[in-house]
């Protein structure tokens, strides 16, 4: 992370050229998560998101000024959380569920939208094929929502995966739980410092990417008639 940043003051050109190929994932991955929030919310019976104007695949909506410059300076940030009123729910741990998770899966289709579309894009403009920088910014797009995805699953507070946790275990194991809650904070911070999301997530977001390039490459070759 050091060494990234400290490469982009002593060449400045690379600093342009990062936040040229990763601003485009960036904008499209926290979007699409938050506004899946808000639609999961009222969806679920909680108008509060869409009411304060949070329910909208309008960027500056969802862009909180700190988190957007960490996530494209340094690769971990966070957007403005989508405001939701539990009490609205018609079952509430159904609904928190499907809230929880609506912004991870939302990131997945969209990872895996903008894999197809690379090559299929690529089948249909031939030019495209010889255009590193068109590669570059369509894979960052599928590794930013992949990225949000995998880290949102982590079963921390205040993460997303904090709450399918709480909805399968809290009956049984609540004091776990509620350690979690009341310490997610200070070990995800932990974590970041020494750098162990990171085992967690590269092999993930690796495997992910993997699997999504080889069926793009099949729909590839299967609209070019190889």
């Not at 936040?19 to 926290?30: H, K, R, S, Y």
């Not at 919310?41 to 909680?46: E, L, M, Q, S």
């Not at 928190?96 to 289709?109: E, K, P, Q």
């Amino acid at each position: 992370m050091i060494s990234r940043i400290m490469g982009w003051f002593t060449d400045p050109g690379q600093l342009l050229q990062g936040v040229v190929f990763v601003l485009p994932g960036i904008l499209i991955g926290l979007t699409v998560h938050e506004w899946a929030h808000a639609f999961a919310a009222f969806k679920c019976g909680d108008p509060t998101a869409k009411n304060m104007g949070r329910m909208t695949l309008n960027p500056f909506a969802h862009l909180d000024p700190i988190g957007f410059l960490a996530l494209l300076l340094v690769g971990f940030g966070w957007a403005k959380p989508v405001p939701v009123t539990t009490r609205n729910f018609r079952h509430f741990k159904r609904d928190d569920l499907i809230v929880s998770l609506a912004g991870i899966t939302m990131n997945f289709l969209t990872a895996l939208v903008f894999m197809l579309l690379t090559y299929l894009l690529m089948a249909l403009v031939p030019s495209l094929r010889a255009s590193s920088n068109y590669w570059y910014i369509m894979a960052e797009i599928v590794i930013v929502n992949l990225s949000l995805m995998v880290f949102n699953l982590i079963p921390i507070y205040p993460l997303d995966g904090s709450h399918v946790l709480e909805n399968l275990l809290m009956s049984r194991a609540p004091k776990f739980c509620l350690f979690l809650r009341n310490y997610g904070r200070y070990i995800m911070l932990a974590c970041l410092i020494f750098g162990l999301f990171s085992y967690i997530l590269s092999p993930l977001v690796n495997w992910f990417y993997s699997w999504m390039n080889a069926l793009g490459q099949r729909l590839f070759l299967l609209i070019i008639g190889i």
